[in-house]
């Protein structure tokens, strides 16, 4: 059996960075196309996630890998071009194809399992509050 990955320091919670800016609408959509609802306020950076145990927070995209590669962020999505000129030590998850720079969602590769993110168990889908 795989080992597991070390939890989240509270023990339960995901830490998810998302990209303002350009980036910050494809992310939204991609997630909403898989059912996760993100709603942010107006220049709110901690936006709701329709699903439980998620802690978001809005950043600029070189933040999320800087954030990412010190582990203060479980995942995130930046541009790959960011990993790469930062030099972070994240391990690719998804390229989304969603822009002409390669956006990427990353994870600290002791998070991983097999190369993959865990599996989390089933919640039932809620609409944003």
């Not at 597991?4 to 303002?20: E, I, N």
């Not at 927070?57 to 541009?79: T, Y």
Request: hydrophobic share 40%; charged share 25%; proline share 12%.
């Amino acid at each position: 059996m795989p080992s597991q990955p070390p939890p989240p320091p509270d023990g339960g919670t995901l830490r998810l960075a998302l990209p303002k800016g350009r980036m910050q609408d494809g992310i939204f959509t991609l997630m909403a196309d898989a059912g996760i609802q993100v709603r942010a306020g107006g220049r709110g950076y901690r936006p709701h996630v329709s699903l439980p145990g998620i802690d978001a927070k809005i950043l600029k995209p070189q933040n999320v890998v800087e954030m990412l590669h010190a582990g203060s962020r479980d995942v995130g999505f930046a541009g790959a071009d960011w990993v790469r000129e930062l030099d972070a030590r994240v391990v690719e998850v998804l390229d989304t194809g969603l822009d002409r720079v390669r956006l990427v969602a990353a994870a600290p590769a002791p998070m991983l399992i097999g190369g993959r993110l865990p599996d989390r168990p089933a919640t039932p889908r809620r609409g944003c509050r």
